[in-house]
């Protein structure tokens, strides 16, 4: 189990929504009984924790196991040799750990942590969409309930968005539910001279719309040098701006490769956590915002789940649902390989 000390040392250079870092040595002492307790449980269950790099950095460097994007979290989920998988994140990913890994119990934390994506279509939606579309291939973004993977043929997630949609053989794709993502995979095709029919649906991610070209501009004028790292779910002007266009572990990766010192993230603010504790002689300017979904989780609940899982805590799928999104998520892995 982490010390207090070592948890600091962690957890001492976020300084996330405030000048001020909050985490002091006795403020991760603190959080010592609630993290020991998790520990204990998760032997005695033969549990392990997987936390999306969205959630609270005491989640991340207190408790997790192994921490990532949804791809790599959900290739992790789908190996997985221990009974019990908890899955701090929002509820489509525990679903999708589900489908990968039938045989484990799925824990969810945080069952009523939605997503604005995967909350704004149906299963019932799709089969109309489908009805109007017969001839395109249905891709779905992995921020869709499992009951929407069913009515997909292949799933996608932000690493691997491009590089399926250019290898799946049908040049008619329906795209849903991201409609800001959907333009700039448009945008990619035609940039690349790949000719495809790509009709998307109208959703969005409340937390990566809102951003501007306009701050962009502006952070490059007042902090030249610069590098600007932007999630595929903004919008394409925003998009257009990048030097880096990537999944929350793409991110991560390429400020470790890169030989500037200067980033501005255009996502979530966990991942600005993880940035300042993994670099803290690394810059990171511009202020982030935070997706009130990922921040449910807590140490609290995470061990009310291991302790005593309610019924919402637990994930269960129907047989016919469990079987047609695993294969629109098999196709995904088909095609990322
Ligand atoms: P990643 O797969 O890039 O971590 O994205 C998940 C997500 O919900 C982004 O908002
Ligand atoms: Fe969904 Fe957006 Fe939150 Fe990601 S950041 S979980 S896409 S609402």
Do not use: W
């Amino acid at each position: 189990m982490i010390t207090a000390e070592a948890l600091h040392e962690k957890l001492k250079d976020i300084q996330v929504g405030s000048p001020l870092c909050r985490f002091t040595e006795d403020a991760c002492r603190d959080l010592l009984p609630t993290i020991a307790r998790i520990e204990e449980l998760k032997a005695e269950r033969n549990a392990i924790i997987l936390a999306h790099n969205y959630v609270a950095p005491q989640i991340l460097y207190g408790v997790a196991d192994h921490t990532g994007d949804s791809f790599g979290l959900s290739k992790v989920a789908r190996d997985s040799r221990a009974d019990v998988i908890v899955f701090a994140a929002v509820r489509f990913m525990a679903e999708t750990a589900k489908i990968l890994n039938p045989g484990k119990t799925v824990l969810d934390p945080n069952p009523d942590g939605g997503c604005s994506l995967a909350d704004g279509i149906t299963a019932t939606d799709v089969v109309r969409l489908r009805g109007q579309y017969p001839d395109h291939t249905f891709v779905c973004y992995i921020n869709t309930t499992a009951a929407v993977k069913a009515q997909c043929d292949v799933c996608v997630t932000s690493s691997n968005v491009y590089r399926i949609i250019e290898r799946i053989e049908n040049d008619k794709i329906y795209f849903l539910p991201d409609r800001l993502m959907g333009e700039n995979i448009i945008n990619h095709l035609r940039a690349s001279g790949i000719d495809k029919d790509v009709v998307v649906y109208d959703g969005t991610c409340y937390v990566h719309e809102e951003y501007q070209p306009e701050s962009v501009d502006q952070v490059r004028r007042n902090f030249p040098g610069t590098e600007v790292l932007v999630h595929p779910e903004c919008q394409p002007g925003v998009v257009a701006k990048a030097d880096y266009v990537g999944s929350t572990t793409g991110m991560l990766d390429h400020v470790r490769a890169s030989e500037r010192d200067s980033f501005f993230l255009l996502t979530e603010c966990g991942l600005t956590g993880i940035l300042q504790s993994e670099f803290p002689g690394k810059k990171f300017v511009g202020s982030c915002t935070t997706c009130r979904y990922m921040k449910f989780n807590s140490l609290e609940n995470i061990l009310n789940t291991l302790e005593n899982p309610g019924k919402k805590n637990i994930i269960t799928l129907s047989a016919e649902v469990q079987a047609r999104a695993l294969r629109c998520l098999e196709q995904m892995f088909h095609y990322a390989a």
